[in-house]
């Protein structure tokens, strides 16, 4: 499939290319750090950010995009379900 974009230098602010399903751990870390979240089942969210700090964002709503730099979204204080990350 042509791509219009593929000489195009990708930004922060542009649109993800990729993703991937995740399922939040204590332990584990996301196979990189994401561009974006999507919560398809809201809740709350527990997340490392790129940065190392850790935060839980309370009531996200379902079908909710997120523009977070996240490197693990925890087990414990995750309530939303069916998130990936975009890249």
Known sequence: MPDRFANT??????????GFAITPSDSADL???????YVGTGGHLSVRMLSGEVLTLSN??????????V?????TGTTAVA???LV
């Open 9 to 18: 230098q990708a930004s922060l602010s542009g649109p993800a290319s990729s």
């Open 31 to 37: 196979p990189e750090a994401t561009r974006a979240l």
């Open 60 to 69: 996200v709503p379902a079908g909710g995009l997120l523009p977070l730099r």
């Open 71 to 75: 490197t693990r979204v925890f087990a």
């Open 83 to 85: 998130i990936a990350g």
